[in-house]
Every structure is written in structure tokens, then in C-alpha cells.
């Protein structure tokens, strides 16, 4: 019996995993880095202990820290998440080996599945279609060449080792192969460390359709069920669904036996994934299905067939991992409603899904819906890991009824910090072809345009977001004896008659100015008509120590204080630490560690003789030791924060 477990994993997935095992009165352990030495799942475990610094290598992926850490905290069980080492077969061992259970299938299992050229022939064998093309050991480049010809263009080149939707690049016609295939090698190298290719039909319009399947040590293999994944950007999913629009029972049965057979020829044990790509010209069909590759983990979208199946499949995983059999079999197993879940990034759509780092200044998600999340406000998004902040999944009758009630908690979430792809997702779950259920996995790439458009934030947006930061500046000046502001704001509400006067702020990093109006303790913001701009009716305010962000429907408009470049005073060692320029009180913080800067950017303003003192960047580079934090005194000439330069 497990009855306590070390969760090997961060963020939501480590939440997940640590509400489950409590519930079920296990005794939770957390590991973290450096960078999440506060972090939820930390709190949320019983024990927690530190790995190391923040990068993977350093931290969540180092094998013998974790079983160290384990042994000594004498733990029963492993439980590994998603990604790191989740479908580690070697780790899989040495847990074994040190005596404990880890959560997940047999090692031998697992490196069946590990390289899809190897799962392949095995599926082959067992009798589950896979996808035409080549997978076998030669890699010579013409006779890849010759192979991608016979299949027959466009075709797929894959990484073996490949995840995460890196290592494939995509070849129409011949005379791309030999470049596809060199972009190919060169990410899977760089990836995965190993740069062995398969080819496949590219399958057109391609669905992504995935089995949860569940195996026990006593022989029982289940399917609960299909999840449509289609909804994808750079072969990453974003949207999941279940069930699958347009599946009939023929196709769910057929499908499912199909991903059962995967199970039984590697011997699975536990919760795992049998991913099929899916011809979606002319609907589904028996035989329009293809085994893609098997995840031998649980998976980031697990909770849609959680929610129309009314299960929990982290107490299944732990039920497996105690020796015990399947809660359900297959005909206890039903479907109920329609889930969709959508996974909130850290990212900016309008720039090629760029991961966006940075403090959580808010975050508020919609009550009524379920959210997994590992983070909450105050925290950090950084560099080092992935930059998922939390994913929404709605349960409903039927699939039109929970795409609303996505829309509805969409609009509900606020966010404010980093950039997000929450108006991305509101704008997808208003999609005609989406909602129409016949979409493929083109459809983001095929309608970028609409769906990340220019952001174009209503004025009115912008006016009440002139008007907050006014309202903080005057707050600010009036705590104080004596003013000397680079708005001299006072002035305008000491009499009683109507002022106007030109106002300079700064939206995201472009400078902009506006005339605005001061009429007893209103403030009035002016269009180039000099005509008044009301404020929308309802919107979001955060109002942080160096900035206010103004929210509305996903949209974040960022507002900063114009600091005058005559106070800029920056002063930059040649080891890259930035020093502060005077003694004085830290005012603003724009950057924070691991952030890439330009020189001449915003780094911090330190206040003193009344003055505000903007540093920026001597040079472009990383910001590393990043220790100044607004309110602080601190002393002239103390380190505020080095710039590592960018190699
Ligand atoms: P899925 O099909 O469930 O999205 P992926 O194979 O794309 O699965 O990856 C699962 C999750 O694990 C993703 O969220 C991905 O970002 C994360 N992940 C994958 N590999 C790693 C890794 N080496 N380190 C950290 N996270 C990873
Ligand atoms: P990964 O291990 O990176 O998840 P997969 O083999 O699961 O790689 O493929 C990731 C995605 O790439 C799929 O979800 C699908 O969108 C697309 N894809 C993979 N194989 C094909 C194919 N043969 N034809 C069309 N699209 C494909
Ligand atoms: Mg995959």
C-alpha cells in the first residue's frame, strides 16, 4: 500500500497529483528548484525539499538527487507527472531498484514505446494500422529521399526519439526533402540527441485523435474513451475535447480495441495514451485511423475524460501502482456530456506564440469551472520551464453548451502580468469551423490572422487606463510634504476651476501622449478631437507599485508612468552588474530575472531627492541576481542587478 509519495514534477501537474493522493490520505512530498521554492506545490505537499537550481538538468531532471531525496524521506512510491522524467525507463528502474513504486508502466513498456520507429513495428505486428512510410534503420539521405518518393509527397519526416511536436518538419514535393530533412535532424539533435528520421505520409486533413487507455497487473485493459486534439499550434496542443465531434460508436469501438491491442502488446500496466492521426476528409471511418505514437504517462488533457467519465485518474494510477485491479471495467465505463479543456500560456499569439515571462501581478480564475493551476499571484513565470499557467475545463450536456461555458470562464480569468493567449483562445472558441466541429489540425495555422489579429484595443480601453494611472500619480504626490513630479499633477486639483493639461505615458514600451481635463475630481482624457473618451463599462484594473494594467476580455493593455530621459542615469560595471545610481528608494522594477533586455531598456527607478531616476540597460544581454524590489531603501552604488550579455 502506498501511503506516502514523492510527486517528481512541478507545477499543475504536481498540484494535481498531491490533491489526489491526499484525498486518499497519502503523505505528499514535493521536490523544487530554486526558482519554485514558493511555488503552490510546494505548499500544497505535507514535505518538501529542495533539488537544486533552476534549470531541468539541474533540478527536476536529476535522476539520483530525486531517488536520494526519496529514500531519505522514506517514500513508498514515485509519482512522475508529464514530461521530465515521466517516460524515463531508466529512472523506472532505478526506482524499482531503491525499493520503491514508481507510478507508471513497466520500464520494458515504456522503452517499447519510447522511439516511434520501434513502436511502430511493434503496432505493426500487433495488427494496429499505422501511418504508410518508412521506419526502418537506413538514413541515408537519398534513401529517405527514394522512400518519401514511394510513399508519396507531402510526407512527414519524425525524429524517432521526437516529442513535443520538435524534430518534424513537413515536405510537399521532392525538392524540399533535402532541406526538411537537414531542419529535421538538426532540431532532433539538438533535442533529443539523437537525429534518426522516419517518414510518413502526411495525412491530409489531419485530425489528432488520442484512447486513454488503463491496464492493471491482473490483465485488465480498458479504453475510457476518445479526446480530440486537433486543435494544435506548432504540433502543440491547445484546446482538447472530449468526446470527439463527428464520432460514431463503430468508430469509438474499432478505435478503442485498437488502442486496448497497443496496451496489451508491450505489456502496459497503469494510465496511458494510444495517439492516432486521423484522415478527416469525408468523416470518420473504420479504417481512416492511424497509431501515431503512445504516451506512456498521464497527459497534460487527462481531465476531459475525467470529466465525462466521472473518474479520477490519478486515484487509478495509484489503485494500479498498489497491485490492485481497475475500478470499472469496459461496459461500467460511459460517456456523460461534453468537456473541453484550454490551456492558458504565457505566450503572445500575435508573435509567434513567443513565450512571455514575468511576475503574475493577478490572477483570478472563474469559481465555477475546474481550473488546474500551479501558480498564483505574486508568482513567476520564467524561462526555465513551461510557460503553461493553467488549464480551464468546462463540463456540459452537450458540446455547444460547454464551448459556451469555455467562452464564459474565459471572460471571467484575468490575468495580468505577462502576456497570455487568452483572447487567442476566446477568439478560437468563437470560430465558425471550430464550432462546427470539422475542423483539422490546420485550422490556427490556416486562420492565424483572424484569430491572433492585430490587438486592437479600444480606446476607451486605454482612457480608463490613463485615467488609473493619473489617479495612482496623484495618490502617490499627495502622501507627500514637498512635489516635484515629472507631472506636476498637483497643480491641477488644487482650485476648483477645470484644467487642461498634456499627459505622457508609456502602453507596452511606446511613449504616447494625450490632453486630459481636470474638472473638480474628474478627469477627463481627450481624443485628437478634443472631444471626451468614456471609459468602457466594465473592465479590470491592477493597479501594481510601477504600473497599472487595464483588462478586458483577454485583452491587457500595460500602462507606465513616462519617466524622462534627463533622469536617466545609468551605470554599468563591465562585469554586467548595475549598481544603483544614489541612495534612494526603489520605485519601479520592469525587468526580472531571466529577461532579455536591450540596452537602453527600463530596468528600475530608484526615487530620491524627489526625484525619480530611471536606469536602464548599458547593454543588451539576460538579467540574472536580479535583487532590487520595489520600496527598498538601498545604498548608492549596491548592486541592483547584473545583465549577463547574450552569447
Ligand atoms: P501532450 O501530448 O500531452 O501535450 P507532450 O509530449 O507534448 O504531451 O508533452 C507533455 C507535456 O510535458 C507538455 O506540457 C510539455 O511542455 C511537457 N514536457 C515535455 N517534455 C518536457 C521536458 N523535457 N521538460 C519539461 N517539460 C516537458
Ligand atoms: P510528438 O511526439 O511530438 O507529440 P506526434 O507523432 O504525436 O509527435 O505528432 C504530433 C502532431 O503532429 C500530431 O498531433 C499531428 O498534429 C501532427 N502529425 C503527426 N503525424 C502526422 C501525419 N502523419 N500526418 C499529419 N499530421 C501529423
Ligand atoms: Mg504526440
Known amino acids: 500500500m502506498i501511503k506516502s509519495l514523492l510527486v517528481a514534477n512541478r507545477g499543475e501537474i504536481a498540484c494535481r497529483v498531491i490533491k489526489t493522493a491526499r484525498t486518499m490520505g497519502i503523505r505528499t512530498i514535493a521536490v523544487y528548484s530554486d ?11 505535507d514535505e518538501a525539499y529542495r533539488l537544486g537550481p533552476a534549470p531541468v538538468s539541474d533540478s527536476y531532471l536529476r535522476a539520483g538527487r530525486i531517488l536520494k531525496i526519496a529514500t531519505d524521506a522514506g517514500v513508498d512510491a514515485i509519482h512522475p507527472g508529464y514530461g521530465f522524467l515521466s517516460e524515463n525507463a531508466d529512472f523506472a528502474e532505478l526506482c524499482a531498484e531503491a525499493g520503491m513504486i514508481f507510478v507508471g508502466p513497466p520500464p520494458a513498456a515504456i522503452r517499447a514505446m519510447g522511439l516511434k520507429d520501434k513502436a511502430k513495428i511493434i503496432m505493426s505486428k500487433a495488427g494496429v494500422p499505422v501511418v504508410p512510410g518508412y521506419h526502418g534503420d537506413k538514413q541515408d539521405a537519398e534513401f529517405l529521399k527514394r522512400k518519401a518518393y514511394e510513399t508519396g509527397y507531402p510526407v512527414l519526416i519524425k525524429a524517432v526519439a521526437g516529442g513535443g511536436g520538435k524534430g518534424m518538419r513537413r515536405a510537399d ?111 470518420l471511418t473504420t479504417d481512416g485511423f492511424y497509431f501515431m505514437e ?21 486515484e487509478w494510477q495509484l489503485c494500479v501502482a498498489n497491485g490492485e485491479k481497475l475500478p470499472l471495467a469496459q461496459d461500467e465505463l460511459q460517456i456523460n456530456g461534453h468537456a473541453v479543456e484550454a490551456r492558458l500560456y504565457a505566450e503572445d499569439p500575435g508573435a509567434g506564440f513567443l513565450p512571455s515571462t514575468g511576475r503574475l501581478e493577478y490572477v483570478e480564475f472563474p469559481d465555477n469551472v475546474r481550473v488546474d493551476t500551479g501558480v498564483e499571484t505574486g508568482d513567476e513565470i520564467t524561462p526555465f ?34 502576456k497570455t493567449n487568452i483572447a487567442f483562445l476566446l477568439e478560437l472558441s468563437e470560430n465558425a469551423i471550430f464550432r462546427s466541429g470539422t475542423f483539422d489540425t490546420a485550422l490556427i495555422d490556416d486562420n492565424l490572422e483572424s484569430l491572433t489579429g492585430p490587438e486592437d484595443i479600444d480606446s476607451r480601453l486605454e482612457a480608463a487606463g490613463i485615467v488609473a494611472l493619473v489617479r495612482k500619480e496623484q495618490a502617490r504626490i499627495s502622501s507627500k510634504v514637498t512635489v516635484s513630479s515629472p507631472w506636476s499633477l498637483n497643480d491641477a486639483f488644487s482650485n476648483g476651476q477645470a484644467r487642461r493639461q498634456q499627459f505622457k505615458y508609456v502602453v507596452d514600451t511606446e511613449e504616447r501622449s494625450c490632453p486630459l481635463i481636470f474638472d473638480g475630481a474628474d478627469i477627463h482624457v481627450l481624443d485628437s478631437d478634443n472631444t471626451p473618451i468614456d471609459p468602457p463599462p466594465e473592465y479590470n484594473v491592477v493597479d501594481t507599485p510601477a504600473r497599472v494594467y487595464i483588462l478586458k476580455n483577454g485583452r491587457q493593455l500595460k500602462l507606465e508612468p513616462y519617466i524622462a530621459s534627463a533622469n536617466v542615469a545609468g551605470s554599468g560595471d563591465s562585469d554586467g552588474k548595475v549598481r544603483v545610481p544614489m541612495h534612494g528608494r526603489i520605485v519601479s522594477v520592469s525587468v526580472a530575472d531571466g529577461d532579455a533586455v536591450d540596452a537602453g531598456d527600463l530596468l528600475f527607478a530608484v526615487e530620491a531627492m524627489k526625484m525619480e531616476h530611471a536606469v536602464v540597460a548599458p547593454h ?4 540574472a541576481e536580479c535583487v532590487v524590489v520595489i520600496g527598498q531603501q538601498m545604498e548608492d552604488g549596491a548592486v541592483g542587478l547584473r545583465i549577463e550579455a547574450a552569447e
Request: proline share 3%; net charge negative.
Open 35 to 45: 526558482a519554485d521554492k514558493n511555488a503552490l506545490h510546494v505548499k500544497q505537499a
Open 173 to 283: 514535393k521532392a525538392i524540399e526533402f533535402d532541406a526538411s530533412l537537414e531542419a529535421a535532424k538538426r532540431e532532433a539533435l539538438s533535442s533529443f540527441g539523437n537525429d534518426k528520421m522516419l517518414i510518413e505520409k502526411y495525412v491530409t486533413a489531419p485530425r489528432h485523435i488520442e484512447i486513454q487507455v488503463f491496464a492493471d497487473s491482473h490483465g485488465n485493459v480498458v479504453h475510457l474513451f476518445e479526446r480530440d486534439c486537433s486543435l494544435q499550434r506548432r504540433h502543440q496542443k491547445v484546446i482538447e475535447e472530449a468526446p470527439a465531434p463527428g464520432m460514431s460508436d463503430e468508430v469509438r469501438q474499432k478505435m478503442g480495441e485498437a488502442a486496448c491491442d497497443a496496451a496489451r502488446a508491450v505489456g502496459y500496466q497503469g494510465a496511458g495514451t494510444v495517439e492516432f492521426i486521423v484522415d478527416g476528409e469525408g468523416g
Open 294 to 314: 503512445m504516451n506512456t504517462r498521464l497527459q497534460v488533457e487527462h481531465p476531459v475524460t475525467e470529466a465525462i467519465t466521472g473518474t479520477d485518474l490519478v
Open 385 to 418: 520551464y513551461d510557460p503553461m499557467i493553467a488549464k480551464l475545463i468546462v463540463h456540459d450536456e452537450n458540446r455547444e453548451a460547454a464551448i459556451d461555458k469555455l467562452q464564459r470562464s474565459l471572460l471571467k480569468t484575468v490575468i495580468a502580468g505577462p
Open 620 to 623: 543588451a544581454g539576460i538579467i
